[in-house]
């Protein structure tokens, strides 16, 4: 049952409006200010919410590429770090990713960024080496070539899918740091904590192109001159 409600011109409501008018301009305010108290928060929560909903920002990556023959389309996709080291200028494109969310964070890529190599689909993934971002995301050609593995038909050249960037060959790490080992810390820095629990090669692991926040990435590094765990 709703509240009773005063009529319109009771006593109540009289009195109130022969009030001294001091208190009358106080009472006044007061509503001002609180309505503007109540913006404030409006426009500071809406603030907030966008500030949460943008995409947040990386500086390190983690790509993933086949070291072993596999054919397909009469393609051989065999590219790993020695093949981009043996490269002329030891740069390459990183083409072929046909993932929406792989390439968007290829697209947030910057000039100078650092990323793993890392080796996949083969007898032991994991991190091989180091290269650097030299060019920005870019179309990627292979989506219209016919002969390509890559291709794809639903793509225009007007309206292009798929992006990709340069990389350049840094250098192998110390030692290869395997997948099996990086999933053993994993799995500790779950349960206890650390940098690596909620690292993308286990939440999303799928993802050929994947962020890494830099205490994963510095965390990573760190291992190449530790003995195997």
Request: aromatic share 8%; hydrophobic share 30%; charged share 30%.
């Amino acid at each position: 049952m709703p509240p009773k409600k005063n009529a319109r011109g009771s006593k109540s409501t009289v009195n109130s409006a022969k009030d001294d008018h001091g208190e009358t301009v106080s009472a006044a305010k007061e509503t001002v200010s609180r309505k503007r108290t109540a913006a404030a928060s409006v426009e500071a929560g809406n603030k907030k919410s966008k500030e949460s909903s943008s995409p947040p920002q990386y500086c390190h990556w983690l790509m993933k590429s086949e070291p072993e023959s596999r054919f397909e389309n009469g393609i051989d996709m065999k590219f790993g770090i020695e093949d981009l080291k043996a490269l002329p200028n030891q740069t390459s494109c990183w083409d072929g990713v046909r993932n929406y969310q792989a390439r968007n964070f290829m697209r947030q890529m910057k000039e100078g960024q650092l990323a793993f190599f890392y080796h996949s689909n083969c007898k032991e993934p994991g991190v091989a080496g180091i290269m650097k971002i030299v060019k920005e995301a870019y179309v990627d050609h292979t989506q219209f070539d016919k002969k390509d593995a890559h291709f794809d038909a639903t793509s225009k050249p007007d309206n292009p899918k798929w992006s990709m960037v340069d990389v350049h060959y840094q250098r192998m790490m110390n030692r290869y740091i395997p997948l099996s080992e990086l999933k053993k810390y994993h799995l500790q820095h779950r349960a206890k904590g650390g940098p690596l629990k909620d690292m993308a090669l286990f939440t999303r692991a799928r993802l050929s192109v994947q962020p890494l926040t830099s205490e994963e990435f510095d965390f990573v590094m760190s291992l190449e001159d530790k003995k195997p765990l």
